[in-house]
């Protein structure tokens, strides 16, 4: 799992997205490959045609990560992906160009391996009692195996509401 995905020559992004009950920490760190890394992402206006831009602080504890990303929805469940490192500096420049409609976010990632799956559940500062689940596919289509140990509300897969870019604008 994992793997770039190519539309008509273009990276894409294929993901399944679930609204869960706030999950046990201890159980996800107990999950083969667990990571937990700190977030820091904001939506940013270069220009006109840079909607949808973001950048993003990582924060791996012993390494900090920055990031520069393009999205466009092709439909709810995949959407076209650009990204690139930036340095330290870079993204504190471009930070200065928030989109004035937006807060930053700012999560707690756990990512684990589950059935050959690669699983990232966001926890949001702003939220107490529930999290986003996300689970990367290969194709629109493919099967997945949910975790036992999480407790879905609902999915939300293109539910616009569930946006990062939304809960920006939103808190």
Not at 67 to 80: A, L, Q, V
Not at 105 to 133: P, T
Not at 166 to 171: D, G, H, N, S
Request: a negative charge; hydrophobic letters at 30%; aromatic letters at 12%.
């Amino acid at each position: 799992m994992g793997e770039k995905v190519f539309i008509n020559g273009k990276s894409a992004e294929i993901e399944r997205k679930w609204l869960i009950k706030m999950p046990d920490i201890k159980t996800l760190e107990k999950q083969d490959n667990y990571s937990a890394s700190s977030i820091e992402q904001i939506y940013i206006t270069e220009d006109e045609l840079s909607e949808g831009s973001r950048i993003r602080k990582r924060d791996f504890g012993s390494q900090v990560k920055y990031y520069w990303t393009h999205k466009e929805d092709i439909n709810g469940i995949s959407r076209f992906e650009e990204e690139r490192y930036i340095s330290k500096e870079e993204y504190e420049t471009l930070s200065k160009k928030i989109s004035c409609d937006t807060s930053p976010i700012r999560k707690k990632r756990y990512s684990f391996n589950y059935c050959g799956f690669v699983v990232e559940i966001d926890i949001y500062e702003f939220w107490n009692d529930q999290a986003i689940m996300e689970i990367e596919l290969e194709s629109e289509d493919q099967k997945v195996d949910v975790p036992d140990f999480i407790e879905i509300i609902k999915e939300v897969t293109g539910d616009e509401a569930y946006y990062n870019h939304e809960l920006a604008c939103k808190y």
